[in-house]
Protein backbone atom coordinates (compact mmCIF):
# COMPACT_ATOMS: atom_id res chain seq x y z
CA UNK A 1 0.00 0.00 0.00
CA UNK A 2 1.15 3.26 -1.15
CA UNK A 3 1.33 5.71 1.90
CA UNK A 4 3.52 8.04 3.91
CA UNK A 5 4.63 7.22 7.42
CA UNK A 6 5.81 10.03 10.16
CA UNK A 7 7.08 8.33 13.79
CA UNK A 8 6.61 9.27 16.49
CA UNK A 9 2.29 10.13 16.14
CA UNK A 10 2.25 11.99 19.43
CA UNK A 11 5.80 13.44 21.64
CA UNK A 12 5.82 15.46 24.77
CA UNK A 13 9.17 17.20 25.66
CA UNK A 14 11.06 19.12 27.52
CA UNK A 15 12.64 22.45 25.90
CA UNK A 16 16.31 22.43 24.58
CA UNK A 17 16.01 18.31 24.64
CA UNK A 18 16.75 17.69 20.77
CA UNK A 19 14.50 15.42 19.04
CA UNK A 20 13.73 13.86 15.35
CA UNK A 21 10.46 12.92 13.55
CA UNK A 22 10.91 10.78 10.66
CA UNK A 23 9.34 10.72 7.42
CA UNK A 24 9.20 7.49 4.64
CA UNK A 25 7.37 7.21 1.90
CA UNK A 26 7.34 3.55 -0.51
CA UNK A 27 6.25 5.30 -3.40
CA UNK A 28 9.56 6.36 -4.81
CA UNK A 29 8.84 9.65 -4.97
CA UNK A 30 11.30 12.65 -5.42
CA UNK A 31 9.62 15.66 -3.73
CA UNK A 32 9.21 15.17 0.37
CA UNK A 33 7.89 18.39 2.64
CA UNK A 34 7.39 19.11 6.07
CA UNK A 35 4.63 21.49 7.10
CA UNK A 36 3.49 22.36 10.47
CA UNK A 37 -0.20 23.04 11.42
CA UNK A 38 -1.11 25.83 13.89
CA UNK A 39 -4.90 27.11 14.94
CA UNK A 40 -5.67 29.70 12.75
CA UNK A 41 -2.38 29.99 10.97
CA UNK A 42 -3.32 26.67 8.52
CA UNK A 43 -0.51 24.51 7.32
CA UNK A 44 3.07 25.92 6.85
CA UNK A 45 5.99 24.60 5.04
CA UNK A 46 8.78 24.31 7.17
CA UNK A 47 11.64 22.63 4.46
CA UNK A 48 11.56 20.67 1.05
CA UNK A 49 13.65 18.21 -0.57
CA UNK A 50 13.72 17.80 -4.40
CA UNK A 51 15.56 15.02 -4.37
CA UNK A 52 18.57 13.16 -2.28
CA UNK A 53 20.62 15.72 -0.86
CA UNK A 54 18.67 18.44 -2.11
CA UNK A 55 17.24 20.23 0.38
CA UNK A 56 15.78 23.77 0.41
CA UNK A 57 13.81 26.09 3.01
CA UNK A 58 9.64 26.78 3.43
CA UNK A 59 7.81 29.47 4.93
CA UNK A 60 9.22 28.82 8.66
CA UNK A 61 12.29 27.15 8.61
CA UNK A 62 13.73 28.58 11.70
CA UNK A 63 14.56 25.94 14.44
CA UNK A 64 14.60 23.55 12.34
CA UNK A 65 17.09 20.90 10.33
CA UNK A 66 15.98 18.28 7.89
CA UNK A 67 18.23 15.97 5.64
CA UNK A 68 17.77 13.82 3.07
CA UNK A 69 20.43 11.24 2.45
CA UNK A 70 18.06 8.27 0.92
CA UNK A 71 14.98 9.23 -1.20
CA UNK A 72 13.04 7.54 1.01
CA UNK A 73 13.05 8.84 4.08
CA UNK A 74 12.81 12.74 5.08
CA UNK A 75 13.73 13.32 8.89
CA UNK A 76 12.87 16.71 11.05
CA UNK A 77 14.92 17.73 13.65
CA UNK A 78 14.70 20.10 15.98
CA UNK A 79 17.83 20.44 17.68
CA UNK A 80 16.54 22.55 20.80
CA UNK A 81 13.15 22.41 20.94
CA UNK A 82 11.00 25.55 22.52
CA UNK A 83 7.64 26.26 23.67
CA UNK A 84 6.88 27.65 20.37
CA UNK A 85 7.64 24.84 18.23
CA UNK A 86 4.72 23.29 19.64
CA UNK A 87 2.44 22.20 17.04
CA UNK A 88 0.85 19.55 14.46
CA UNK A 89 3.46 18.54 11.42
CA UNK A 90 2.92 16.64 8.38
CA UNK A 91 5.23 15.15 6.02
CA UNK A 92 4.16 15.10 2.61
CA UNK A 93 5.41 13.13 -0.49
CA UNK A 94 5.05 13.56 -4.00
CA UNK A 95 6.04 13.34 -7.62
CA UNK A 96 4.85 16.36 -10.01
CA UNK A 97 1.69 15.67 -9.68
CA UNK A 98 -0.41 15.13 -6.04
CA UNK A 99 1.10 15.49 -2.64
CA UNK A 100 0.48 12.63 -0.30
CA UNK A 101 0.50 13.70 3.44
CA UNK A 102 1.39 11.29 6.17
CA UNK A 103 -0.85 10.98 9.56
CA UNK A 104 0.85 14.11 11.40
CA UNK A 105 2.62 14.26 14.26
CA UNK A 106 1.18 15.70 17.69
CA UNK A 107 4.16 17.63 19.32
CA UNK A 108 4.01 19.39 22.46
CA UNK A 109 6.93 21.27 23.94
CA UNK A 110 6.77 22.33 27.77
CA UNK B 1 0.28 30.39 -6.33
CA UNK B 2 -3.34 31.79 -7.23
CA UNK B 3 -4.93 32.44 -3.81
CA UNK B 4 -8.30 31.13 -3.56
CA UNK B 5 -11.45 32.12 -1.84
CA UNK B 6 -14.11 29.89 -0.15
CA UNK B 7 -17.12 30.11 2.39
CA UNK B 8 -15.92 29.46 5.73
CA UNK B 9 -18.47 26.72 6.74
CA UNK B 10 -21.47 25.08 4.93
CA UNK B 11 -24.29 22.30 5.78
CA UNK B 12 -25.51 19.45 3.95
CA UNK B 13 -28.28 16.87 4.50
CA UNK B 14 -26.58 13.25 4.49
CA UNK B 15 -27.42 11.59 1.32
CA UNK B 16 -27.87 15.29 -0.88
CA UNK B 17 -24.92 15.95 -3.05
CA UNK B 18 -22.63 18.78 -1.55
CA UNK B 19 -21.14 21.11 -3.80
CA UNK B 20 -18.31 22.84 -2.33
CA UNK B 21 -17.35 26.57 -4.58
CA UNK B 22 -13.88 28.36 -4.79
CA UNK B 23 -13.11 31.33 -6.49
CA UNK B 24 -9.59 31.53 -7.86
CA UNK B 25 -10.17 34.75 -10.24
CA UNK B 26 -6.30 35.24 -10.72
CA UNK B 27 -5.22 32.00 -11.31
CA UNK B 28 -2.40 31.60 -14.14
CA UNK B 29 -2.54 29.20 -17.05
CA UNK B 30 -0.11 26.63 -15.72
CA UNK B 31 -1.97 26.43 -12.36
CA UNK B 32 -4.10 23.59 -11.78
CA UNK B 33 -6.89 23.76 -9.30
CA UNK B 34 -6.14 20.46 -6.49
CA UNK B 35 -8.86 19.53 -3.57
CA UNK B 36 -8.56 18.15 -0.11
CA UNK B 37 -9.47 17.55 2.80
CA UNK B 38 -8.58 17.64 6.64
CA UNK B 39 -10.89 15.22 8.70
CA UNK B 40 -10.01 16.53 12.40
CA UNK B 41 -6.30 16.60 12.95
CA UNK B 42 -5.44 13.99 10.55
CA UNK B 43 -3.32 14.28 7.51
CA UNK B 44 -4.80 16.24 4.42
CA UNK B 45 -6.02 13.68 2.00
CA UNK B 46 -6.02 14.42 -1.74
CA UNK B 47 -9.48 14.17 -3.55
CA UNK B 48 -9.29 15.40 -6.85
CA UNK B 49 -7.49 17.81 -9.36
CA UNK B 50 -7.98 19.79 -13.05
CA UNK B 51 -6.76 21.92 -15.46
CA UNK B 52 -9.76 23.50 -17.38
CA UNK B 53 -11.46 20.38 -17.94
CA UNK B 54 -14.26 18.88 -15.67
CA UNK B 55 -12.64 15.70 -13.72
CA UNK B 56 -14.43 12.83 -11.82
CA UNK B 57 -13.11 10.37 -9.65
CA UNK B 58 -14.59 7.73 -7.21
CA UNK B 59 -14.55 10.31 -4.55
CA UNK B 60 -15.93 13.44 -6.09
CA UNK B 61 -16.62 15.87 -9.21
CA UNK B 62 -14.49 18.94 -10.29
CA UNK B 63 -16.27 21.64 -12.12
CA UNK B 64 -13.70 24.57 -13.54
CA UNK B 65 -15.73 27.32 -15.41
CA UNK B 66 -14.78 27.99 -18.81
CA UNK B 67 -12.84 31.21 -17.34
CA UNK B 68 -11.23 29.11 -15.01
CA UNK B 69 -11.67 31.56 -12.29
CA UNK B 70 -13.94 29.57 -10.26
CA UNK B 71 -14.46 25.76 -9.59
CA UNK B 72 -16.85 23.48 -7.72
CA UNK B 73 -16.36 20.36 -5.99
CA UNK B 74 -19.29 18.19 -5.92
CA UNK B 75 -19.73 15.22 -3.21
CA UNK B 76 -22.35 13.11 -5.15
CA UNK B 77 -23.85 11.47 -2.22
CA UNK B 78 -22.41 12.77 1.27
CA UNK B 79 -22.23 10.99 4.40
CA UNK B 80 -21.42 11.45 7.73
CA UNK B 81 -17.91 10.27 7.38
CA UNK B 82 -17.64 13.25 4.95
CA UNK B 83 -18.01 16.41 7.49
CA UNK B 84 -14.37 17.48 7.00
CA UNK B 85 -12.46 21.24 6.13
CA UNK B 86 -12.25 21.41 2.03
CA UNK B 87 -9.25 22.97 0.83
CA UNK B 88 -9.43 24.22 -2.63
CA UNK B 89 -5.73 25.20 -3.81
CA UNK B 90 -4.13 26.34 -6.69
CA UNK B 91 -1.23 25.01 -7.80
CA UNK B 92 1.98 25.28 -10.04
CA UNK B 93 2.60 21.40 -10.39
CA UNK B 94 5.54 20.79 -12.90
CA UNK B 95 7.13 17.38 -14.11
CA UNK B 96 10.09 16.12 -13.86
CA UNK B 97 12.18 17.87 -10.80
CA UNK B 98 9.14 17.73 -8.48
CA UNK B 99 6.23 20.09 -7.23
CA UNK B 100 6.38 23.20 -5.63
CA UNK B 101 4.74 23.84 -2.33
CA UNK B 102 1.24 23.74 -1.82
CA UNK B 103 -0.47 27.01 -0.04
CA UNK B 104 -3.32 25.87 2.26
CA UNK B 105 -5.77 28.55 2.77
CA UNK B 106 -8.63 28.38 6.24
CA UNK B 107 -10.85 26.12 3.49
CA UNK B 108 -14.13 25.52 4.24
CA UNK B 109 -15.65 23.44 7.22
CA UNK B 110 -18.53 20.97 5.72
CA UNK B 111 -20.64 19.51 8.18
CA UNK B 112 -22.86 17.07 6.84
CA UNK B 113 -26.21 16.64 8.86
CA UNK B 114 -28.49 13.05 9.49
Known amino acids: EAQVTQNPRYLITVTGKKLTVTCSQN?????MSWYRQDPGLGLRQIYY???????DKGDVPEGYKVSRKEKRNFPLILESPSPNQTSLYFC?????????FGPGTRLTVT | DAKTTQPPSMDCAEGRAANLPCNHS???????VYWYRQIHSQGPQYIIHGLKNNETNEMASLIITEDRKSSTLILPHATLRDTAVYYC???????????????FGKGTKLSVIP
Open chain 1, 27 to 31: MNHEY
Open chain 1, 49 to 55: SMNVEVT
Open chain 1, 92 to 100: ASSYGGVPY
Open chain 2, 26 to 32: TISGNEY
Open chain 2, 89 to 103: IAYFAYSGAGSYQLT
